[in-house]
């Protein structure tokens, strides 16, 4: 039943809005035009204000993006290992009362360290291919980055 309800009614509506027009005055399309350029004006008016708040601003240039970049990357690796360090010397010091910990999860350390660090007979080791071929990979990303900046 409500189906069929529901289905008459939005008959009833196609219906309305195919066979009935609409008596609107002429004014009224030439009033919403033209409060639309209103706002149109009004809001290249702000993108100009803004653009001209911008323009003195520091930019810093694409040597120093790059620069900053590669810096950050080493400075995850760093880190990484760090932690790897500070979770193994926990381990060391007792058993955990929890051995289903997020950190002891092979794919885990996958997505943080980019396989650099992994978990290898209950204590977290670093692996040197991983480690080289994620340099390798950072390496053609700043090549690549640095083309991207270069051609803007």
Known sequence: MFFIIYFALLCSLIFAAVTLKPSFKQEQ???ISS???E???IQKHQQEKKAAENEGKWKPS???VITAISIGS???IIAVLLWARHE?????QGPF???NRLTNK???WYLVSMGIVLPKDGKLTFSLKNFILTVIFLVLLKFWLFDQLESI
């Open 106 to 108: 092979k794919w885990f």
């Open 97 to 99: 009362s929890n051995l």
């Open 39 to 41: 706002e149109l004006q």
């Open 62 to 64: 694409n040597t120093f």
């Open 74 to 76: 080493c400075l995850d």
């Open 29 to 31: 399309p030439s009033e």
């Open 88 to 92: 193994n010397k926990k381990k060391q």
């Open 35 to 37: 409060a639309f350029s």
